[in-house]
């Protein structure tokens, strides 16, 4: 069944690391302001945006090569079995983020967080709109609005949904997005102002896997609908996408408010044509202040929806080692408030070139928490500082950046990154190299404080400590793309059951190498291929495949003038391996080494075209799930963790719309 939804997609930054991020994104800042002057009659538009840490414009992606880059779920990302369930990367990615953190990831490829909002300068008003529609009433809504209330001020809205009932039983999800920004330089060009209101509400339902996997072999559980879960019941299957109600699951809620002011000194200039005369402005000195202020909820409930649909109190006492006694309903929330204010000093060593800047600066974090157990107090104060110089020839881009957790319940985190990249030669390319380490506290719900700590007796863990070297080449005239990450990690954080916190005590190395490849193989025709290799050192608790590839096999051209076509297969492919399971309650995945998942490559047939400013999309999933053996139909799914299953033939269709007032 295919139902029709509205849909904006405003597009997320690279995911190819340092390179990706300054090559990819298409565009940099220029010397002169972005903001053109232009008629009213005119129905072009520049626009470009920057991000809250960067100096630099981008421009909007265009292309329609690739489905994923307006797809919430990244293409080396696994789910559950459902878009908007719990998910996780099929690549070794740990934490690298010292300071507090309350736990919770599972669900973070649904959020849209603070690094990754969009300041925009526009000409002209400007929108976008998305149309997606999949089976079993799938939808994806999102819509963007932007414009530029004079030259130096702009402001935008964001909105998005995320909604699917899911092909079995339990699984429905739905998450909702808001975000609203603002961005105001004054005319003198001294001060700017940044402000953002972001909210993510993300619901997904927990079913616990399948009661028996082996019931999606049985002939008479075509409908997926039908076959028994450990969470949830027998709830009645529901498409409203506005009104979905969560009996057993997780919420999330995070609210951010965020508000940062500069005011540089340094000096005026002016750039006279034959009618405008335009205000320039050249600092030297910055001086910065932010302040956000941040609530989180975190809940897991089963509610008791009455008659016999009950909590199942020996799922909670067989794999959690809780009693639920004669309560109607069970549930775990965290809460947290924050209140973080940081004030930092820039210097431009050069005034012409806003890249290149050393930053000193100073952080107090505020925390209170509410658990089960009572409420907390927590305090962190934070130094940090940071250089960049990315010249004005483009040959070279250096940073270099440190934060230190001086006092407070961190006290002794740390992270520091160092990386330079070099254009080595027009036909060579760019060459990459650094290193990052990071010593952090173990997340909250490690801490028997919280509400999802079950262990039996109170554990005091050690600092985990990660140290990566890194190195990437990109040669843009071969598109060619070779990635190198080399991990040392000690006192490493994982759980090992459902409820079991574990650490490693001993040190283990991990490598993983990844090529990225453009191949032209006809006039049209081009063959795209990512390929990563992946393998630990050491005796510690850690599964990953070996190999995991993507390839797309398009014909791609620009045809009849104005028609931009995209179209061909898809196939994804990981080596088998004993593949993590998954901890409803505390919205973990966990480490299991009884189970080894083989599966299938997964298959997808895909249409992307564009006319000028419209997409129009067309996707046929999972065509790797056909068989023969009692009928035909798309019924031999692959695994992607234990109990769970991915569904059978996935039809969407969706197009992408941008509109210039």
Do not use: C
């Amino acid at each position: 069944m295919l139902l029709f939804s509205l849909v904006t997609v405003a597009q997320l930054p690279g995911r190819l690391g340092n390179i990706g991020r300054s090559l990819g994104r298409g565009g940099a800042s220029g010397k002169t302001d972005s903001l053109k002057h232009r008629s009213k009659t005119e129905d072009s538009i520049t626009i470009n945006f920057r991000y809250i840490d960067s100096a630099r414009n981008y421009k909007l992606d265009s292309s329609v090569s690739d489905f994923t880059k307006l797809f919430p779920i990244p293409a080396d990302y696994y789910t559950l079995g459902n878009d908007g369930s719990a998910a996780k990367s099929f690549l070794f990615s740990p934490l690298m983020k010292a300071g507090w953190d309350p736990g919770f990831h599972a669900y973070d490829i649904y959020k849209l967080k603070m690094e990754n909002v969009h300041f925009f300068n526009t000409t002209r008003p400007y929108a976008q709109l998305n149309y997606l529609l999949g089976s079993k009433a799938e939808q994806f809504i999102e819509a963007l609005i932007t414009r530029n209330i004079n030259p130096g001020w702009n402001a935008s809205f964001n909105y998005r949904v995320i909604s699917s009932p899911g092909f079995f039983k339990n699984q429905k999800t739905n998450h909702n997005t808001y975000l609203f920004t603002s961005w105001y330089q004054s005319k003198a060009k001294r001060y700017n102002n940044y402000f953002v209101l972001l909210a993510n509400s993300l619901k997904g339902s927990e079913n616990g896997g399948f009661r028996s996997p082996s019931d999606l072999e049985n002939p008479d559980n075509k409908d997926r609908f039908q076959i028994d879960t450990w969470l949830g019941g027998d709830q009645t299957y529901s498409a409203n996408s506005f009104k979905t109600n969560i009996v057993t699951g997780n919420q999330y809620n995070e609210l951010s408010f965020l508000m940062r002011q500069q005011y540089d000194f340094g000096r005026k200039d002016s750039l006279v044509t034959d009618s405008t005369v335009i205000p320039l402005f050249y600092p030297r000195v910055r001086f910065e202040h932010t302040f956000s202020y941040n609530t989180y909820k975190y809940e897991f409930h089963d509610y008791y929806t009455g008659g016999i649909n009950r909590p199942d109190s020996n799922y909670y006492i067989n794999f959690y080692d809780y009693n639920t006694h004669t309560e109607d309903s069970v549930r775990f929330r965290d809460t947290w408030r924050e209140i973080f204010n940081d004030f930092s000093i820039y210097q431009f060593p050069d005034a012409n070139n806003l890249q290149q800047f050393i930053k000193i600066g100073a952080s107090m974090q505020n925390l209170n928490g509410r658990f089960a157990t009572g409420t907390r107090s927590l305090y962190n104060f934070i130094a940090h500082a940071e250089y960049r110089n990315r010249t004005r020839d483009r040959k070279w881009d250096m940073e270099a950046n440190g934060k230190l957790y001086l006092t407070g319940f961190n006290a002794g985190d740390y992270q520091a990154h160092i990386s330079l990249q070099r254009l080595i030669g027009k036909k060579l390319g760019y060459l990459q190299l650094g290193f990052e380490n990071v010593n952090r506290s173990p997340s909250f719900i490690y801490n028997p404080s919280s509400s999802f700590y079950f262990d039996t007796t109170a554990k005091n863990f050690n600092k985990e400590n990660t140290l990566r070297f890194f190195a990437s080449y990109y040669n843009p005239g071969l598109k060619l793309t070779l990635t190198g990450n080399y991990y040392l990690i000690s006192n490493y954080m994982y759980l090992a059951g459902y409820y079991k916190l574990k650490q490693e005590s001993s040190i283990f190395n991990f490598l993983q190498v990844a090529l990225h490849k453009t191949f032209k193989v006809g006039r049209h025709w081009f063959w795209y291929t990512d390929i990563y290799a992946q393998q630990k050192a050491g005796d510690v608790d850690l599964n990953v495949p070996l190999i995991f590839t993507r390839n797309r096999l398009a014909l791609e051209g620009v045809f009849y003038k104005n028609l931009n076509i995209a179209t061909g297969i898809e196939v994804r492919y990981n080596t088998a391996y004993k593949a993590d399971s998954y901890s409803p309650v505390l919205g973990q995945f966990m480490y299991q080494d009884t189970l080894t998942i083989k599966n299938r490559p997964d298959i997808r047939l895909y249409l992307n075209f564009r006319i000028r400013s419209f997409k129009l999309f067309i996707s046929a999933s999972n065509l790797n799930s056909v068989s023969f053996s009692n009928g035909f139909g798309f019924t031999d799914n692959n695994i992607p963790a234990p109990g769970y299953a991915y569904p059978g033939f996935q039809l969407r269709f969706g197009i992408y719309w941008n509109f210039v007032n």
